[in-house]
């Protein structure tokens, strides 16, 4: 019997919004070798965003040189609006795809009578919105070009919402997701024998079979049972289980401040993955109480302040993402306008330094032993630099007589711990430094690669962050900077990934983490 012909499959164009190419500015090039279409209308709303400051302003900027670079060499009249759409311009793309830039005939001159435009005419009365006139668009292509699939790509719910409820085809931008990542899994346990359990006792660590470790990857934290003994470990691969580096009663004290225990096996595993220092990438998520960026603080300081002086100081950020109303600008210098957002973090140095009494009498002292401690000659000259510029005491007691001094402005004072804004991190270079970012499951996976590269040698950077609490609205539980970074450098050998369930702030905040 001859076999019946298939029909060819019928050309994609996928429509661009702008929050797609806001989103990932580098998205035109991850369509395969389909056909990108950009109405002129998301051009105008790049042009209003090009002076926006950080992540947002460079992302419109991005676009606007790569579309200018790809239209300078050649101009054509797209093959599938050929005879059709005469205001359109089109480029093929090192990809193997297509790239159209669109202005919507129906918009010039007569009334062209599209049956699409009229339904969204009628629907939504404003066409002189911007988000309207990139739907007309979607039609206009849809009718011109009855041969293709047309799909409109927003991140914009409400924007997709109105799409589908028009008859369009939308899609969310899917090549930043994780898909298939495993949030809220907990912790895989691993049985033992009797033989292998009193190796891992006797040797802190085991070797197994490849064939029960083989669903694991490298670094990954997980537990060791044999009958009622259940202990926390680290796969190191090639059938490599290690004991943790702080047993269940270890703790760890940091200099002038306070002695700090994990209050579970949970933070054991944080804590050892902030310790080793052959990790230099930690990302850590979980609920709000599980103690994230108290451990992380307190191991960042227990090593730049401690005898082996591992980094020169600890860096602290978190996204500038409004929460409810938006306060407007806030006044000062940059210290004083973060403060607000990095309120927790001095909530937190509060309770690591809480056994620390500072009183004028001693304060010169405490200047003293500091220098004396460094042991770095540049640490020195300048730590010494900045006691030269500082007012003496004197003038120090007369200025600030009825202002109590802080059991942690030392840090501050020599420079131990920075407080850096993220639009101001890119074109840096961080090199022996602990880089705190909370909150970040507010970064897009850009911005977190641009935080990550920015690290030199020596550095650490430490992501924190619960995937749930998205307050950015282009981004959810799976397309977020944190759970982006996590899920693509797993299995590295200088990565570590951890998930905390356990709330330790107090039976209130664990309830409401739960249940509201």
């Known amino acids: 019997m001859p076999k019946k012909k298939t029909k060819p499959a019928k050309t994609k164009i996928f429509v661009l919004d702008t929050n797609v190419l806001l989103h990932d500015p580098q998205c035109l090039y991850k369509f395969e070798d389909n056909t990108i279409a950009i109405p002129v209308e998301v051009l105008e709303e790049l042009?209003?965003?090009?002076?926006?400051?950080?992540?947002?302003?460079?992302?419109?900027?991005?676009?606007?040189?790569?579309?200018?670079?790809?239209?300078?060499?050649?101009l054509d009249v797209p093959p599938e609006l050929e005879g059709k759409g005469s205001s359109a311009l089109s480029r093929d793309l090192p990809n193997g795809g297509r790239l159209i830039v669109v202005i919507n005939d129906y918009f010039i001159g007569e009334d062209h009578g599209s049956e699409g435009m009229n339904r969204l005419k009628a629907t939504l009365v404003d066409m002189e919105k911007m988000d309207s006139r990139i739907l007309a668009s979607v039609f206009f292509l849809k009718e011109v070009c009855e041969d293709c699939r047309v799909i409109l790509v927003t991140k914009d719910a409400n924007m997709a919402l109105k799409g589908i409820a028009l008859g369009l085809?939308?899609?969310?931008?899917?090549?930043?997701?994780?898909?298939?990542?495993?949030?809220?899994?907990?912790?895989?346990?691993?049985?033992?024998?009797?033989?292998?359990?009193?190796?891992?006792?006797?040797?802190?660590?085991?070797?197994?079979?490849?064939?029960?470790?083989?669903?694991?990857?490298?670094?990954?934290?997980?537990?060791?049972?044999?009958?009622?003994?259940r202990e926390p470990a680290r796969y190191r691969g090639d059938g490599q289980i290690d004991a943790l580096i702080?047993?269940?009663?270890?703790?760890?004290?940091?200099?002038?401040?306070?002695?700090?225990?994990?209050?579970?096996?949970?933070?054991?595993?944080?804590?050892?993955?902030?310790?080793?220092?052959?990790?230099?990438?930690?990302?850590?998520?979980?609920?709000?109480?599980?103690?994230?960026?108290?451990?992380?603080?307190?191991?960042?300081?227990?090593?730049t302040l401690g005898d082996d002086n591992l980094y020169e100081r600890v860096f602290i950020t978190r996204p500038l993402v409004h929460i409810g109303k938006d306060t407007g600008a806030l006044p000062g210098t940059l210290d004083e306008k973060m403060a607000p957002y990095i309120a927790p973090f001095y909530d937190n140095l509060e309770v690591l330094f809480s056994n620390r009494k500072i009183t004028k009498k001693d304060e010169p002292n405490d200047d003293q032993a500091h220098l004396d401690r460094i042991t770095s000659t540049r640490k020195r000259k300048k730590a010494m630099a900045k006691l030269a510029k500082q007012p003496s005491q004197q003038e120090q007691d007369e200025d600030e007589s009825n202002k109590p001094r802080k059991p942690y402005q030392f840090l501050f004072d020599y420079g131990m711990v920075e407080v850096e804004a993220m639009t101001f991190i890119r074109g840096r270079s961080l090199s022996n430094t602990i880089f705190i970012i909370d909150e970040a499951q507010n970064l897009t996976p850009h911005e977190a690669k641009t935080?990550?590269?920015?690290?030199?040698?020596?550095?650490?950077?430490i992501l924190l962050g619960d995937p749930y609490q998205v307050d950015s609205m282009f981004l959810d539980a799976w397309s977020n900077g944190l759970v982006h970074t996590a899920q693509r450098l797993k299995g590295t050998d200088i990565t570590a990934h951890l998930e905390l369930t356990?709330?330790?702030?107090?039976?209130l905040a664990d309830l409401a983490a739960d249940l509201l």
């Open 451 to 461: 935080v990550v590269s920015r690290m030199a040698e020596g550095s650490k950077v």
């Open 47 to 74: 042009d209003r965003k090009k002076s926006a400051p950080g992540e947002l302003g460079f992302a419109a900027r991005k676009v606007h040189r790569d579309l200018r670079a790809l239209f300078d060499d050649q």
């Open 246 to 303: 702080l047993g269940n009663e270890t703790g760890v004290k940091i200099p002038k401040g306070i002695n700090i225990h994990p209050l579970n096996d949970e933070q054991r595993m944080l804590m050892d993955a902030l310790l080793d220092e052959d990790i230099k990438l930690v990302t850590c998520s979980g609920k709000a109480g599980t103690g994230k960026t108290l451990v992380s603080i307190a191991m960042a300081l227990f090593q």
């Open 169 to 229: 085809e939308v899609q969310d931008y899917m090549n930043d997701k994780v898909t298939g990542a495993k949030i809220g899994g907990g912790v895989q346990t691993i049985t033992i024998d009797d033989e292998d359990y009193e190796r891992f006792l006797e040797e802190h660590g085991v070797d197994l079979s490849p064939d029960v470790t083989s669903h694991l990857f490298i670094n990954e934290y997980i537990y060791i049972t044999n009958g009622e003994f």
């Open 502 to 507: 356990t709330g330790v702030r107090s039976e």
